[in-house]
């Protein structure tokens, strides 16, 4: 791993801390995760193979990435805070999802990077996978859906939270009068 790749992963768990702090929900809030995933798609996205089962391997690991996500939300405490305002803080169990979608992703690269080259491209050409592009793309789209199905779940629960008179959402974004 480069030295930008430890960057990029140090700020991806620099997230978790973020959540386990916990705070107000606020349009900062749900653009903060969002853009270090983004960040670190464009750095390493080449394209997006399609070929052979490539598409596939996609789904798969973006369902992966969905179910850690929804999973994280759901183990999150949603609550209204002073003013109503909604607010998140993750707890252990989430915090725990999200580092193993993270650490999922940096053991797959540490494996590439360390002897497991062979076994994955063996992996590759049995299940009609094309390139190394496909897995760089597969896991990109696993962290981010893990993201924003985690941002979904939780702005939705904020969203139904009894007490507020203006839809929580966009009041913690500043969107709302």
């Known amino acids: 791993m480069t030295t930008t790749d430890y960057l990029i992963n140090i700020g991806l768990v620099a997230l978790v801390i973020v959540q386990i702090r916990g705070g107000r929900l606020t349009l900062r809030t749900a653009i903060r995760p969002v853009a270090c995933v983004a960040a670190a798609a464009f750095y390493y996205l080449r394209g997006i193979p399609t070929a052979g089962n490539d598409v596939l391997l996609d789904a798969v690991l973006g369902c992966a990435g969905l179910v850690l996500g929804v999973a994280c939300a759901a183990t999150t405490r949603v609550y209204r805070g002073e003013g109503g305002a909604p607010y998140a803080k993750a707890g252990a169990a989430a915090a725990a999802l ?43 789209m696993m962290a981010l859906a893990e993201v924003i199905s985690r941002l979904v779940v939780i702005r939705i629960r904020a969203a139904r939270l009894p007490g507020g008179a203006v839809v929580p959402v966009l009041a913690a974004a500043g969107l709302a009068a």
Do not use: K, M, Y
Request: charged share 10%; hydrophobic share 50%; no cysteine.
């Open 98 to 140: 999200w580092v193993l979608g993270l650490g999922s992703r940096l053991a797959f690269e540490e494996l590439w990077t360390h002897g497991g080259t062979h076994a994955i491209t063996s992996f590759s050409i049995a299940h009609d996978i094309t390139s190394q592009n496909a897995w760089v793309a597969g896991l990109v």
